[in-house]
């Protein structure tokens, strides 16, 4: 069992930043690709950036030189830093993780969600 923890959400105005934190935390497991997605109410779900274990990364549009995700592999960890914040961009946050995780004579592949983190950005 893995879980994936998410901090750094809150409140700030436009044009302002945060930074996103998600941890993961277990045993016997490795972490392949990590991602943000958002909701906001009334709309589905997306992925708003990527980075696979490499550290190749991926970016919808609309935020594209704006947000940067990143991860340190020491630490299970992905970040997402947040700069020039619109209000558009108002939604909960999950963090996603592509895990293998090591059982005794096998290993199998799940995806882990975290619990989310609202982030608000006022006008």
């Known amino acids: 069992q893995v879980q994936l923890v998410e901090s750094g959400g809150g409140l700030v105005q436009a044009g302002g930043s945060l930074r996103l934190s998600c941890a993961a935390s277990?045993?016997?497991?490795?972490?392949?690709?990590m991602g943000w997605y958002r909701q906001a109410p009334g709309n589905q779900r997306e992925l708003v950036a990527s980075?696979?274990?490499?550290?190749?990364?991926n970016y919808v549009d609309s935020v594209k030189g704006r947000f940067t995700i990143s991860r340190d592999n020491a630490k299970n960890t992905v970040y997402l830093q947040m700069n020039s914040l619109k209000p558009e961009d108002t939604a909960v946050y999950y963090c996603?993780?592509?895990?293998?995780?090591?059982?005794?004579?096998?290993?199998?592949?799940?995806?882990?969600w975290g619990q989310g983190t609202q982030v608000t950005v006022s006008s």
């Open positions: 277990g045993s016997r497991f490795r972490i392949n690709a």
């Open positions: 980075i696979t274990s490499g550290g190749n990364t």
């Open positions: 996603n993780a592509e895990v293998i995780i090591y059982y005794s004579l096998s290993a199998g592949t799940v995806r882990s």
